[in-house]
């Protein structure tokens, strides 16, 4: 947890926070923050109010965080996951877990959007344009430029598809291959190829 936290912006961990012996990742936290773990009192007593007098000793294993850690509520259990810096604990169980993502979603950094621009041409192979392609890719090596070979109905044809944060240089890019589409006496057609039918 230290390594990871230190490296990473956020750190997310599923499972080990339910009620049984093996569910060790609380503690783990706790160690790594050198912080006490304690029963987190407005947790177990939400926990009380739902579950009644099915709450015992295990199941308020549950409702116990490193000292300073904010609850990740959820629509699927009243069990919590928890945050601790930028370290966020979540249940193990898909869709609690997933439920708690939901729940931390909108506080979550973000980084730059990935743009996407594609350009396909009927009739034009891989092998023929893989050279120029390399070329093209070379000189923006800061996106990603794909090459994805289809068959609509009897036509073959190649998708060529640059993502990245540089919305310029993805025009670029994909104006480049366009050309190298047409450079093979095929008209170039911006965005991906639609399946049969559309």
Not at 61 to 67: D, E, F, G, H, V
Request: contains cysteine; negative net charge; glycine residues 12%.
């Amino acid at each position: 947890v230290n390594e990871l936290r230190a490296a990473y912006e956020v750190l997310f961990t599923t499972g080990g926070i339910g009620p049984t012996h093996d569910d060790i990742t609380s503690e783990c936290v706790a160690a790594a923050f050198g912080v006490p773990l304690e029963l987190h009192e407005e947790t177990a007593e939400a926990m009380r109010a739902a579950w009644g007098e099915r709450v015992n000793e295990a199941r308020l294993r549950m409702a116990t965080m490193p000292r300073g850690a904010r609850p990740i509520k959820n629509r699927a259990s009243v069990a919590p996951g928890f945050s601790m810096g930028n370290v966020h604990v979540m249940a193990g169980v898909p869709r609690i877990m997933q439920s708690m993502f939901e729940t931390l979603e909108p506080t979550l950094p973000r980084g730059a959007a990935i743009e996407m621009r594609a350009v396909h041409g009927v009739g034009v192979f891989e092998g023929s344009i893989a050279a120029g392609l390399t070329e093209i890719q070379n000189r923006f090596p800061h996106i990603d430029l794909g090459s994805y070979p289809y068959k609509r109905g009897e036509q073959w044809g190649v998708a060529l598809v640059a993502k990245g944060t540089d919305v310029g240089a993805l025009e670029q890019a994909v104006a480049e291959a366009a050309a190298l589409i047409a450079a093979h006496g095929v008209e170039p057609v911006a965005g991906e190829p639609l399946a049969v039918g559309e």
